[in-house]
Structure formats: structure tokens, C-alpha cells
Nanobody, 116 residues
Framework: VQLVERGGGLVQPGESLRLSCVASRSILSSFNPYTMAWYRQAPGNQRESVATITSRGITDYADSVKGRFVISRDNAKKTVYLQMNNLKPEDTAVYYC????????WGQGTQVTVSS
């Protein structure tokens, strides 16, 4: 399985981005039943979970992004999305997705930079 994250970029504070992550070369049975998560890693920091979504669509968020980020998934496309609104400079990081349980090899991630 190859995880391919897309959608990052350089934005100003208060703007929005939508990230996508496709689990290419996976089969539906290795994607659909699993809880997926978006993670981020800022320079000098450990990777942290920012949002999770179960196979049934139940979501959970880190306090730092609650009310601003929305995670969703399209099981038929084996894709997870992260809508990020009202971005702040502290959201600057490389963003990754993966299964929470029995994670696959990490993808390259997508860089999000929030700066004025």
C-alpha cells in the first residue's frame, strides 16, 4: 500500500486548505473497516494525531483543531480528506494520514505552511 497525501501549500492565517490522502494499491478490505487518522509533524516535534474517523464515520479531533478541521472519508475511493479552516501559524507542519491500528508505511506527507 502506498499512501499519497496531497493538497498542502502556503496560505495566510485565516485561510483554508483541503487535504486528501489515497491508499493506493490497497484493497477495500484493508481500508474500509479501519479507523483512519490525519497526523502532523512540525520541525523539532513528534508526530501527533489531529483527527480520526472510524469506518462508520465517527470523528474525533485534537483540542487544537476542534471546530476548525473536518475529517471525512470516501471508502469507495479509499481516500481520507481533511478540510482545514481558519488556519493558524501553529498549524504549520507536514501532514500525513494512516490507519490508526496496524499502520501502513508512512507516505511522503504534504507540507502545510501558514504564514503572513
Amino acid at each position: 500500500v502506498q499512501l499519497v497525501e496531497r493538497g498542502g501549500g502556503l496560505v495566510q492565517p485565516g485561510e483554508s486548505l483541503r487535504l486528501s490522502c489515497v491508499a493506493s494499491r490497497s484493497i477495500l478490505s484493508s481500508f474500509n473497516p479501519y479507523t483512519m487518522a490525519w497526523y502532523r509533524q512540525a520541525p523539532g516535534n513528534q508526530r501527533e494525531s489531529v483527527a480520526t474517523i472510524t469506518s462508520r464515520g465517527i470523528t474525533d479531533y485534537a483540542d487544537s483543531v476542534k471546530g476548525r478541521f473536518v475529517i471525512s472519508r470516501d471508502n469507495a475511493k479509499k481516500t481520507v480528506y481533511l478540510q482545514m479552516n481558519n488556519l493558524k501559524p501553529e498549524d504549520t507542519a507536514v501532514y500525513y494520514c494512516n490507519r490508526v491500528e496496524d499502520p501502513w508505511s508512512w507516505g511522503q506527507g504534504t507540507q502545510v505552511t501558514v504564514s503572513s
